[in-house]
């Protein structure tokens, strides 16, 4: 097969709002604004740890493309217990020269640490709200400080905010700040 799913998709969506005129621009995926009180609401646990691996190839029957993320988990911030390693199931990524890119999904490379608000759906684990639910830990050259940076991917992604539609924009925290205001609205001492 030589076009995934989600393009054929795409074709026929456009083809049949093509029928009602001009298409007007749109973006590939649009989120909904969640607040942490939301991600906590909705995630089976957070947690904060080392990415060890990713993995991509084809599901079982071939039809998509998955990347398979390690995640050394260094603390469970709140909700439950989860395996250690953690390894989450993201749609998308490349085999060889067939590509299926899900705009808005949150990217991961081996070796970073990260903080991650996890779902799990019929056994499965994958991060929470798209790239929303991911955080990378980085630290500011001048003051040493570390910042829990959650980052856009490149692409077309928007949010759905009070105001309408708005372009996507990351957040950051200090690293404690973050920790700690996840376990206050958890309720986690």
């Given at each position: 097969m030589r076009?995934?799913?989600?393009?054929?998709?795409?074709v026929a969506a456009a083809a049949a709002l093509s029928a009602f005129g001009p298409l007007s621009p749109c973006y590939a995926t649009t989120l909904a604004a969640w607040t942490l009180e939301d991600?906590?609401?909705?995630?089976?646990?957070?947690?904060?740890?080392?990415?060890?691996?990713?993995?991509?190839?084809?599901?079982?029957?071939?039809?998509?493309?998955?990347?398979?993320?390690?995640?050394?988990?260094?603390?469970?911030?709140?909700?439950e217990a989860l395996p250690n390693p953690l390894v989450?199931?993201?749609?998308?990524?490349?085999?060889?020269?067939?590509?299926?890119?899900?705009?808005?999904?949150?990217?991961?490379?081996q070796g970073e640490s990260v903080l991650v608000f996890v779902e799990k759906v019929d056994d499965v684990y994958r991060t929470l709200g798209f790239y929303q639910g991911k955080y990378n830990l980085e630290t500011d050259p001048d003051t040493g400080w570390q910042y829990y940076v959650q980052r856009v991917p490149a692409g077309g992604v928007?949010?759905?905010?009070?105001?309408?539609?708005e372009a996507a924009a990351g957040a950051s925290y200090r690293r404690e700040e973050l920790v700690q205001r996840?376990?206050?609205?958890?309720?986690?001492r």
């Open positions: 076009g995934s799913f989600l393009t054929a998709c795409a991600f906590v609401a909705n995630s089976n646990a957070v947690v904060a740890g080392t990415v060890t691996g990713v993995e991509v190839r084809y599901n079982e029957d071939k039809t998509q493309i998955h990347s398979y993320v390690t995640i050394a988990i260094d603390q469970v911030i709140a909700g989450l199931d993201q749609l998308g990524g490349r085999v060889g020269r067939r590509v299926e890119l899900i705009e808005g999904a949150p990217v991961y490379r928007s949010v759905l905010g009070d105001s309408g539609v996840v376990r206050d609205i958890a309720g986690v």
